[in-house]
């Protein structure tokens, strides 16, 4: 019994089959992180974009 362990632990020590997935996963998830801080920066300045452009239209709206 303690022979046939001592054989599933080599073999599980050594199987690097899942090591491929656990990569494209960190892969994944740094390009996610990256996407989101890309569009974070971009979200608020289109705020700002559409904020004053709200209140230039009201503006010209009021003065007509």
Avoid at 44 to 53: A, D, G, K, V
């Amino acid at each position: 019994m303690k022979e046939k362990f001592k054989e599933f632990q080599a073999r599980f020590f050594a199987d690097e089959s899942g090591l491929s997935a656990v990569e494209y996963g960190l892969l994944a998830a740094g390009i996610v992180l990256g996407i989101t801080v890309a569009l974070g920066g971009i979200g608020t300045n289109l705020s700002t974009i559409f904020t004053n452009l709200s209140d230039d239209v009201a503006t010209a709206a009021g003065a007509s």
